[in-house]
């Protein structure tokens, strides 16, 4: 069974565990999603059934979106909820004036250092498991876009704001930036992802793919079934001849077969060749 839709995971579990419950309820063994969410996050993630996994790459998941609120006063390694270490219920109240502006400077271009407790790989292990372990190592700086920055209020010690960003962005590590300018400590106490791009949680409806893929549309002219038999395919009847990747989407009846799918094909110096040749379209 092909199918892409997504899905609100709960607080408190992880997206793989999510996922084996998501497999269960629809009785499939092959799956997959795109974009972890930490375990005490929650909200959209989006998951795919059968082939449409291989699309992960190419769907329009940015910008990001998040609700999330910060917890003034508490002090985590991880940066959230999950490993408070100091909890300071006497931090001093700031001015709201001063929250709304310094959430706006964050809009534009930001570099930091991921969360240690993240899944970054160094040298071939994921830095949670390091951290966890109690290993010494080095995080690379990432740069990431923040694009709007809404803030939704401020209740002392909480301050909430939706933030959209670039694909693989750490809002735990944007908080932190968040409280240096503020002068303040505080750790994340909610997360929760709104959207990605276009996608977002609707009692997971079964979406069509072709509408979310990142790919300019290349029109072939000759044999579908050179496409369904994974023959060599000659420039000569691509609409488009220029470098790059596309995508081919054979409609029912387009042919003399019946058969609806997709491919991902590349055309480098007037030469084809198939990133992925077929891929089957459901309902």
């Not at 700086?141 to 923040?146: F, L, N």
């Amino acid at each position: 069974m092909n199918r892409l839709f997504v899905v609100n995971k709960p607080i408190f579990i992880s997206s793989n565990f999510y996922l084996r419950k998501i497999k269960r309820k629809y009785k499939v063994k092959k799956a997959g999603f795109s974009g972890t969410l930490d375990p005490f996050a929650c909200g959209c993630l989006i998951v795919a059934f059968g082939q449409y996994s291989k699309l992960f790459r190419y769907l329009k998941k940015t910008p990001k979106s998040y609700r999330t609120t910060i917890f003034l006063g508490a002090e985590s390694d991880s940066l959230d909820i999950e490993n408070i270490e100091v909890l300071n219920t006497k931090c001093e109240e700031l001015s709201e004036k001063k929250i709304q502006e310094q959430l706006q400077s964050l809009v534009g271009t930001l570099e930091y250092l991921p969360p240690k407790y993240s899944a970054k790989k160094i040298d071939g292990q994921r830095a949670y498991d390091l951290a966890r372990a109690g290993e010494e190592f080095e995080m690379n700086k990432i740069t990431s876009e923040v694009f709007d920055v809404k803030f939704i209020g401020y209740n002392h010690p909480f301050i909430t704001f939706d933030i959209s960003v670039s694909e693989g962005s750490y809002i735990r590590s944007i908080a932190q930036i968040l409280l240096k300018r503020l002068e303040a400590v505080g750790t994340l106490s909610y997360l929760e992802r709104l959207h990605e791009g276009e996608f977002y949680f609707d009692s997971e409806k079964a979406l069509d793919p072709v509408p979310f893929i990142d790919l300019p549309h290349n029109i072939y002219t000759g044999s579908q079934q050179w496409f369904e038999l994974g023959k060599k395919l000659d420039i000569e009847y691509f609409e488009i001849k220029d470098d790059g990747e596309y995508l081919v989407v054979f409609p029912k009846g387009s042919d003399e077969h019946k058969d609806t799918f997709l491919a991902v094909i590349e055309i480098e110096d007037q030469k084809v060749k198939y990133i992925l040749n077929k891929v089957m379209l459901d309902g």
